[in-house]
């Protein structure tokens, strides 16, 4: 139980254009879900925290704009890159908290964009 | 807000041996304390928890103390073998205000077992 997936594994884009990355728990409800950003050898890094049917909350110094997260069901919540960069490569991994827990958190395979 | 050291950043051991890696929080309020293993190119895997009012919880060669007077966490692995190899991420998370939820990690240690 408590499986998270992402779309796609990895990514390769151009400079410009957007990416969008889906998370999904496959056999539970998520009351919240987090997007998180790692680049190599360091810690995850807290992008943004949404719940279903709300406006997802950003962490200091992260663009809301540039980073676009839709929650639209206990099951599924994207995040957009918008006019992705080369500075936007990353590995991006997101989480989900099942509905019966309280702050259990599980984390999905992660998703390497690569932008040229 | 809360802040997680972890150490060592690296560890090394022999197969067989045992590995020990600690972890301090600031924030009194955090009573839930996760460990994760995340290996190359995968996300963090939940490997152990445990919460502000148990001392101690085992499962097979895994095991985390806690000291909540003292604010710290270990995460001990007996009969260490090969594939143990990975990063292990201690985390916090508070149970009251804005943050509710949220974990705090620690930076992570990089664990290599020799055979």
């Known amino acids: 139980g408590a499986v998270v997936s992402q779309h796609p594994s990895w990514v390769i884009c151009k400079s410009g254009t957007s990416v969008k990355i889906e998370c999904r728990s496959l056999?539970?409800?998520?009351?919240?879900m987090f997007w998180y950003r790692q680049f190599p050898k360091q810690s995850l890094m807290l992008m943004a925290t949404?719940?279903?049917?709300?406006?997802?909350?950003?962490e200091q110094g992260v663009e809301k704009d540039k980073f676009l997260i839709n929650h639209a069901s206990l099951t599924l919540s994207t995040l957009t890159v918008t006019s992705a960069h080369p500075e936007d490569s990353s590995f991006y991994i997101c989480?989900?908290?099942?509905?019966?827990?309280?702050?259990?958190?599980?984390f999905g395979p992660g998703t390497r964009l690569t932008v040229l | 807000g809360e802040n997680v050291e972890q150490h060592p950043s690296t560890l090394s051991v022999q197969e067989g041996d045992s590995a020990v890696i600690k972890c301090t929080y600031s924030?009194?309020?955090?009573?839930?304390f996760p460990w994760y293993k995340q290996e190359l190119g995968k996300g963090p895997q939940l490997i152990i928890d445990?919460?502000?009012?148990?001392g101690e919880k085992k499962d097979q060669r895994i095991a985390v103390t806690l000291n909540k007077t003292a604010k710290h966490f270990s995460l001990h692995i007996t009969e260490t073998q090969p594939e143990d190899s990975a990063v292990y991420f201690c985390?916090?998370?508070?149970?009251?205000?804005?943050?509710?939820?949220?974990?705090?990690f620690g930076r992570g240690t990089q664990l290599t077992v020799w055979p």
């Open positions: 985390a916090a998370t508070p149970d009251r205000g804005s943050t509710l939820g949220r974990l705090y």
């Open positions: 924030d009194s309020a955090s009573n839930y």
């Open positions: 445990i919460r502000s009012n148990v």
């Open positions: 056999d539970f409800q998520a009351t919240t």
């Open positions: 989480s989900a908290t099942p509905w019966s827990s309280y702050n259990e958190q599980f």
């Open positions: 949404s719940n279903e049917g709300s406006k997802a909350t950003y």
